[in-house]
């Protein structure tokens, strides 16, 4: 008897266990529930934490995130208004604002990023294929290095009207007006990887490698025209420089030949042995510059310029 009272307690608590555990639920900070019968909501959104309370057995509760959620989205090749095709890769964050909502409409998160999938690839597509691709890469007009080193030429960048950012914003305001019936809010949206197709990205490397090379050809023009430049100044200056010199030794010799002169007038004038002195001394010089030692002279016996000669022999 004692064995049976026990067993049927031990069922009525098991039942009561099951019936209590069937009857509550709880709801973590980080999330949300509804309450279904029999596949259909009832009651308002759970989103306090704590315990709450359900029917047992025929009420089911399910839970959503009350945090963030992501969304990766597929690289996809896309053409832009100026028909260049692009591969783009989009991320972007969202949660659920309203449980029931998101249930009736999309069930779980599954659904959910299947229907961004649709909505945001498609927002995207349309946003890149009504701007050019400048437009699309770049997000604000500052100067770089190829404005700089082409000084503004024809090979500048495009100045742009919209930029990355704002499209990203375009495409984050349309697929919000998409996704406000689906219980879903986007919160942000941006392009992870933005690239050529493989057949435009090589005519792209090929560009760009011309335009270095168009470039590094015009400072080695560039550097070769200073380069003649300063040898040009080198030349002119060396000239200068020679120039200035002769004329200085041109000036240091006259000044010496003008004092020897003065001097040799001046012993010319002091008498008459000084005279013949100095006759006898300018022409022994004239001998020593003219005659050579297998030399010939043929001269006529009352020339001046034999006078010495003969009064050497005479002795």
């Given at each position: 008897?004692k064995n049976?009272?026990?067993?049927?307690?031990?069922?009525?608590?098991?039942?009561?266990?099951?019936?209590?555990?069937?009857?509550?639920?709880?709801?973590?900070?980080?999330?949300?529930?509804?309450?279904?019968?029999?596949?259909?909501?009832?009651?308002?959104?759970?989103?306090?934490?704590?315990?709450?309370?359900?029917?047992?057995?025929?009420q089911?509760?399910?839970?959503?995130?009350?945090?963030?959620?992501?969304?990766?989205?597929?690289?996809?090749?896309?053409?832009?208004?100026?028909?260049?095709f692009?591969?783009?890769?989009?991320?972007a964050?969202?949660?659920?604002?309203?449980?029931?909502?998101?249930?009736?409409?999309?069930?779980?998160?599954?659904g959910?990023?299947?229907?961004?999938?649709?909505?945001?690839?498609?927002?995207?597509?349309?946003a890149?294929?009504?701007?050019?691709?400048?437009?699309?890469?770049?997000?604000?007009?500052?100067?770089?290095?190829?404005?700089?080193?082409?000084?503004?030429?024809?090979?500048?960048?495009?100045?742009i009207?919209v930029?990355r950012?704002?499209?990203?914003?375009?495409?984050?305001?349309?697929?919000?007006?998409?996704?406000?019936?689906?219980?879903?809010?986007?919160?942000?949206?941006?392009?992870?990887?933005?690239?050529?197709?493989?057949?435009?990205?090589?005519?792209?490397?090929?560009?760009?490698?011309?335009?270095?090379?168009?470039?590094?050809?015009?400072?080695?023009?560039?550097?070769q025209?200073?380069?003649?430049?300063?040898?040009?100044?080198?030349?002119?200056?060396?000239?200068r420089?020679?120039s200035?010199?002769?004329?200085?030794?041109e000036?240091?010799r006259?000044?010496?030949?003008?004092?020897?002169?003065?001097?040799?007038?001046?012993?010319?004038n002091?008498?008459?042995?000084?005279?013949?002195?100095?006759?006898?001394?300018?022409?022994?010089?004239?001998?020593e510059?003219?005659?050579?030692?297998?030399?010939?002279?043929?001269?006529s016996?009352?020339?001046?310029?034999?006078?010495?000669?003969k009064?050497?022999?005479?002795?």
């Amino acid at each position: 008897m004692k064995n049976k009272k026990l067993i049927v307690r031990l069922a009525i608590g098991f039942l009561a266990f099951i019936i209590i555990n069937s009857s509550t639920f709880q709801v973590k900070e980080t999330n949300q529930a509804i309450v279904t019968q029999f596949g259909k909501p009832v009651g308002d959104p759970r989103s306090e934490p704590g315990i709450h309370f359900k029917l047992p057995f025929i009420q089911d509760a399910h839970f959503f995130e009350k945090r963030f959620l992501e969304w990766d989205g597929d690289p996809n090749q896309v053409p832009t208004k100026d028909k260049r095709f692009i591969w783009v890769d989009t991320y972007a964050r969202w949660r659920i604002t309203e449980p029931l909502l998101f249930f009736q409409r999309l069930r779980d998160e599954l659904g959910a990023k299947s229907r961004l999938d649709d909505i945001l690839d498609g927002e995207t597509r349309t946003a890149i294929a009504n701007h050019l691709l400048v437009e699309v890469v770049r997000s604000e007009n500052r100067e770089s290095a190829v404005d700089v080193e082409a000084g503004g030429g024809a090979e500048a960048l495009k100045t742009i009207q919209v930029g990355r950012e704002k499209i990203t914003r375009e495409i984050l305001r349309a697929a919000s007006e998409r996704t406000a019936d689906l219980g879903i809010e986007l919160l942000d949206l941006r392009f992870k990887r933005i690239n050529y197709v493989e057949e435009v990205r090589m005519k792209v490397y090929d560009r760009m490698i011309t335009e270095r090379r168009r470039i590094a050809d015009q400072f080695r023009s560039e550097g070769q025209g200073e380069a003649s430049r300063i040898l040009g100044e080198k030349e002119r200056e060396l000239k200068r420089i020679t120039s200035e010199a002769f004329k200085t030794s041109e000036e240091i010799r006259g000044k010496g030949d003008a004092e020897a002169t003065s001097i040799y007038a001046r012993a010319y004038n002091r008498s008459a042995e000084s005279r013949d002195f100095y006759r006898f001394l300018k022409t022994m010089e004239t001998y020593e510059s003219t005659f050579g030692r297998d030399d010939w002279l043929i001269l006529s016996s009352d020339s001046d310029f034999y006078k010495y000669l003969k009064s050497q022999s005479g002795r």
